[in-house]
Antibody, heavy 117, light 108 residues
Framework: QVQLVESGGGVVQPGRSLRLSCEASGFTFSNYDMHWVRQAPGKGLEWVALIWFDGSNKNYADSVKGRFTISRDNSKNTLYLQMNSLRAEDTAVYYC??????????WGQGTLVTVSS | SYELTQPPSVSVSPGQTARITCSGDALPKKYAYWYQQKSGQAPVLVIYEDSKRPSGIPERFSGSSSGTMATLTISGAQVEDEADYYCYSTDTSGDHRVFGGGTKLTVL
């Protein structure tokens, strides 16, 4: 069965960097587009970034463009999110999700990122 | 930046029909998707491409779209349908995905 396991979250100071990982199993990772979606505490879902199945195209929300980088290693079945210049408003649970039926379909359980001094 | 607008809350009694709307300028050209999120859980896709239902989703969930508004309908809402519901779509360029602000459905 499809499994997505995020890791790399934690507490980080404003202005610092953090890299999230999402390990995929149960499907052919290299065949699917992948998303990062986040949810601030008590708030709604916010789409963050998308990467095509082969890494050839990447799209970002305006709120993270220029600071975050989505990437993937299809040989390791792993999705990444490099987050630089972190701000308090980046505090959220970060989910990775596999695209299917045209949108994020299979979701991980999320990893919490807290940006605080 | 592109936005999808949802009502903050909808309330119905068990067995009634719940309707949740989502408005966006690109919806005449782009599909709408609907997600259900229960407290402490990851979202679940309940409707894709305006009106299609993934396997395992009860038939009481249906979707429609007309003009700049998409609608999620839950016919005969049940207590277990209480959750936050989010619409999702893309802007006209297709480069930016976006979620609506979410609607809290109360069934009591």
């Amino acid at each position: 069965q499809v499994q997505l396991v995020e890791s790399g979250g934690g507490v980080v100071q404003p202005g610092r960097s953090l890299r999230l990982s999402c390990e995929a199993s149960g499907f052919t990772f290299s065949n699917y587009d992948m998303h990062w979606v986040r949810q601030a505490p008590g708030k709604g879902l916010e789409w963050v970034a998308l990467i095509w199945f082969d890494g050839s195209n990447k799209n970002y929300a305006d709120s993270v463009k220029g600071r975050f980088t989505i990437s993937r290693d299809n040989s390791k079945n792993t999705l990444y999110l490099q987050m630089n210049s972190l701000r308090a408003e980046d505090t959220a649970v970060y989910y990775c999700a596999r695209e299917d039926h045209g949108g994020p379909y299979y979701w991980g359980q999320g990893t919490l990122v807290t940006v605080s001094s | 930046s592109y936005e999808l607008t949802q009502p903050p809350s909808v309330s119905v009694s068990p067995g009634q029909t719940a309707r949740i709307t989502c408005s966006g300028d690109a919806l005449p050209k782009k599909y709408a998707y609907w997600y259900q999120q229960k407290s402490g859980q990851a979202p679940v896709l309940v409707i894709y491409e305006d009106s299609k239902r993934p396997s395992g989703i009860p038939e009481r969930f249906s979707g429609s779209s007309s003009g700049t508004m998409a609608t999620l309908t839950i016919s005969g809402a049940q207590v277990e349908d209480e959750a936050d519901y989010y619409c999702y779509s893309t802007d006209t360029s297709g480069d930016h995905r976006v979620f609506g602000g979410g609607t809290k459905l109360t069934v009591l």
